[in-house]
């Protein structure tokens, strides 16, 4: 991966060589974490965050949930995202930020409660999530053999650590077996979410994208139907079966990560055209004017760098 000067850690910069914890981390033990995904593009006035506010505060909300104190405000944690890109002085490309709220060292055993919490920031240059080429010709997705975890047994509205075994499973059998990427359905066989995104599909001129049950509440999900909306086009929320994503007429994966990824096939069949729709497309195009901030109208979603 590439590297960068400085991660923030618990109000200091350190230098990323140096950004070290303990083996004895509760966290490295137990799974108890909270992560978040956050970028920053390259505009014609400089860096800037997409949507900072709505991720920081997913991250303290991540944390409640797993009964983690974070001993920083949302307002201290977005000021050391911002600083951080400046200290990092990045030239080009877009930026990932990763928050990450953890248990570090000082108790073992199940019960966590006087654990420390303690926050890192890192930041690094990060292209396409799932390949250029992936993003402008489509990815080949697998549904997997393994169920997204159940409400009834985890935190899953939590963007946390210890979710993403599942997710992780996924992605490598689907890799294994030659796809790109993996799609996970719930426990009563209805579509979740990827193992890292959420899933839209077109059918007759609709846009389609599964209620957040038992998904993540995404960002970038939240973000695709305001544009479709103002697009004109329709947007349903609704309970998705796998056989209907074999007919649709196109398909596609969205998350900070993932942008607006096509997808061309699921499962050996094609999907559409077996590239890239024209709805997808014209979605596409608008998410990164907005995110490089070639859109006036939702300039309101970044935070520049200055």
């Not at 490295?28 to 506010?53: C, P, Q, S, V, W």
Request: aromatic residues 10%; negative net charge.
């Amino acid at each position: 991966m590439n590297t960068a000067d400085f991660i923030w850690m618990d109000g200091e910069f350190v230098a990323w060589d140096e950004a070290k914890v303990h083996v004895l981390s509760h966290s490295l033990h137990y799974g108890n974490a909270a992560i978040e995904g956050t970028k920053a593009y390259k505009t014609d006035k400089g860096y800037a965050i997409f949507k900072l506010r709505e991720h920081t505060q997913r991250l303290l909300n991540s944390s409640k949930m797993t009964l983690m104190k974070v001993p920083f405000t949302v307002e201290e944690l977005e000021a050391a995202q911002i600083e951080l890109i400046k200290k990092n002085n990045f030239k080009d490309g877009s930026v990932y930020l990763r928050p990450l709220v953890y248990l570090g060292y000082g108790v073992m055993g199940l019960y966590h409660a006087n654990a420390p919490v303690k926050v890192s920031i890192s930041a690094w240059e990060w292209g396409a999530y799932l390949g250029e080429d992936g993003l402008k010709n489509g990815i080949r997705l697998k549904i997997s053999s393994f169920t997204r975890s159940s409400n009834k047994s985890t935190m899953g509205k939590a963007k946390a650590s210890a979710n993403y075994l599942n997710s992780q499973m996924a992605k490598y059998e689907a890799v294994e077996c030659g796809y790109d990427e993996a799609l996970l359905l719930d426990d009563e066989g209805y579509v979740a979410e990827a193992s890292g995104a959420c899933f839209f599909m077109v059918r007759d001129g609709k846009l389609i994208s599964p209620p957040n049950d038992n998904s993540l509440e995404s960002i970038t999900q939240a973000t695709v139907i305001d544009i479709a909306k103002d697009m004109g086009i329709e947007v349903v929320r609704r309970r998705i079966t796998r056989e209907e994503i074999y007919i649709a007429d196109e398909a596609f994966l969205t998350g900070t990560a993932a942008e607006i990824t096509p997808i061309r096939e699921v499962d050996a069949r094609i999907v559409g055209i077996g590239r890239m729709g024209t709805m997808t497309e014209k979605i596409q195009k608008k998410y990164f004017d907005i995110v490089n901030g070639r859109d006036a109208a939702y300039e309101k979603h970044l935070t520049y760098i200055n």
